[in-house]
T-cell receptor, first 116, second 114 residues
């Protein structure tokens, strides 16, 4: 099956700094990737849709200047949390659809961000 | 607004029994519905997809039904095993959602006791 990886798996940063999270499709090309955020004991909330070669589409309430998304190639999307604050601490997960298959999405293992 | 409901209380069953999880939705006309498994601290893992014109789909010990009249999907795990213990998420996609965007339910935690 399709494989999606994320890096890093865990990151701790100080308040005010920026953190970059990478999402890669390892065995397929993804023109679209999705970024989700998940707080403890809650479900996944879509933050934005990352489109290769164009601007990301952000969900209502998600600040595009704070969560910078770059989809520079067909296998890589990055999410940069700028000027991180403790309330940004969460589990960030990306997903992608394998165009060779159906509508199922394949998720990365997630990145646990802790802002101190 | 769209609403997807899964039983937020944990489901505890005995090994070997059939586990049945429910996903109800309102204000939505999905083209398909997906079920995922999520273990603590991990990303969701795709299990099954069922389309609006399909009533039932099976994969090994898993069975999913989709009733667009009741706006409900049932997810069954037969001959359950302790290794099946996890949180199960349902997610709805298209046509109300643009592109391949998914909207997730809150998930139901399943505990299978030996």
């Amino acid at each position: 099956g399709a494989v999606v990886s994320q890096h890093p798996s865990r990151v701790i940063c100080k308040s005010g700094t920026s953190v970059k999270i990478e999402c890669r499709s390892l065995d397929f090309q993804a023109t679209t990737m999705f970024w989700y955020r998940q707080f403890p004991k809650q479900s996944l909330m879509l933050m934005a849709t990352s489109n290769e070669g164009s601007k990301a589409t952000y969900e209502q309430g998600v600040e595009k200047d704070k969560f910078l998304i770059n989809h520079a190639s067909l296998t890589l999307s990055t999410l940069t949390v700028t000027s991180a604050h403790p309330e940004d601490s969460s589990f960030y997960i990306c997903s992608a659809r394998d165009p060779r298959g159906g509508n199922e999405q394949y998720f990365g293992p997630g990145t646990r961000l802790t802002v101190t | 607004s769209q609403k997807i409901e899964q039983n937020s209380e944990a489901l505890n069953i005995q090994e070997g029994k059939t586990a049945t999880l429910t996903c109800n939705y309102t204000n939505y006309s999905p083209a398909y519905l997906q079920w995922y498994r999520q273990d603590p601290g991990r990303g969701p893992v795709f299990l099954l997809l069922i389309r609006e014109n399909e009533k039932e789909k099976r994969k090994e010990r898993l069975k999913v039904t989709f009733d667009t009249t009741l706006k409900q999907s049932l997810f069954h795990i037969t001959a359950s095993q302790p290794a099946d213990s996890a949180t199960y998420l349902c997610a709805l996609g298209g046509p109300s959602n643009a592109g391949n965007m998914l909207t997730f339910g809150g998930g139901t935690r399943l505990m299978v006791k030996p």
